[in-house]
């Protein structure tokens, strides 16, 4: 079993090799694209080879044969073999040890994580009436077909959607305050990209392959390459529906600095390993006509290298996902 495993795991390893190559080849094409290499290389991990051989063996079996096979009836030779084919037993239970606690890392790993969405989904909601025609609006802009309820709350510190099959938007009760109208808008819009992609679903089946598999890293790396990537190809679906790059960086940067002044509380939902390479692909995203004021880029730099804490529910996607953190190089005044 454990050369099937590691047969497996290194035919997996092969195919994920040749898709980063590919997602360097294609750096800059849309992010999308790279994030489905990116998916389709972790996924591999979920279907081994073996099994799909023994899937063609039944299926041929099953089909019709237009040719009988000739049979010849040889008499059996009963052979006594004089050493046994068994395995020590010493090998044996090795082997057992060591999927026991394959097995125990795993119901861990997704236990932990399982309590994390739970402590999220049990926050205190409330209706956001005044919210409904605003989320519509943005719906009908993004062109999204799946039903997005929205609630705010007061324990959260950024936007973000929870839900696999049911999505739900939930916004800080202060956030449209401190955001002009095409900001909050445009906030709105890179949410409902997630909903529209079905990131939390892609990103829940992602992390339970790294659950999984555990004790190999690699995945854990893809895991954050695709989040990453997820994040770059919302805001292509922001940038597409007509949002202009200054309004989109001032809310993202207005969220990030309200971030920043409230209290931590012993927690934190913002992911902050990606905001750098967003704003490079929202700058040189928009056409000269509508491109970001100097003012504007001058403004989203010290953003670029906050070191912000991090938290992992695989469904709590927020609109600040960063990649490289890097050492905090920003002063706030009390």
Not at 1 to 26: C, D, I, Y
Not at 287 to 297: D, E, L
């Amino acid at each position: 079993m454990m050369m099937s495993v590691a047969r497996h795991l290194l035919e997996s390893t092969l195919f994920a090799s040749f898709m980063l190559l590919l997602v360097v080849l294609l750096r800059r094409q849309a992010a999308s694209l790279r994030h489905m290499l990116l998916l389709a290389a972790v996924l591999k991990f979920a279907v081994p080879l073996e099994g799909l051989q023994m899937f063609g063996t039944l299926l041929r079996r099953r089909l019709p044969q237009r040719i009988e096979p000739f049979q010849i009836q040889l008499p059996i030779l009963d052979i006594q073999r004089r050493h046994s084919l068994a395995q020590p037993l010493q090998d044996s239970t090795l082997l057992h040890v060591a999927l026991a606690f394959w097995v125990v890392g795993t119901v861990v790993l997704l236990a932990i994580w399982i309590m994390a969405l739970n402590k999220v989904g049990k926050t205190s909601l409330n209706t956001a009436p005044d919210h409904i025609q605003a989320l519509r609006q943005a719906s009908r802009r993004l062109r999204v077909t799946r039903t997005v309820e929205i609630r705010t709350s007061t324990e959260a510190r950024d936007p973000y959607l929870m839900g696999l099959f049911r999505p739900v938007l939930v916004i800080p009760e202060s956030l449209p305050e401190t955001l002009s109208a095409a900001e909050y808008e445009a906030i709105l819009l890179h949410e409902l990209a997630h909903a529209k992609r079905w990131d939390n679903l892609t990103r829940s089946s992602v992390h339970v392959l790294v659950c999984v598999f555990w004790f190999y890293p690699l995945l854990r790396w893809l895991e954050r390459r695709i989040e990453g990537e997820a994040e770059l190809a919302c805001d292509e679906l922001v940038l597409n529906a007509g949002v202009t790059a200054t309004d989109y960086l001032q809310g993202i940067c207005k969220v990030c600095q309200q971030f920043l002044l409230r209290p931590l509380a012993g927690r934190s939902h913002v992911n902050s390993f990606n905001l750098r390479n967003r704003m490079e692909l929202i700058m040189s995203f928009s056409s000269p006509k509508r491109g970001v004021p100097f003012s504007s880029a001058f403004a989203v730099l010290p953003f670029s290298s906050l070191r912000l804490p991090q938290l992992q529910p695989a469904l709590h996607l927020h609109p600040m996902t960063l990649r490289r953190p890097v050492l905090l190089q920003l002063r706030i005044a009390a």
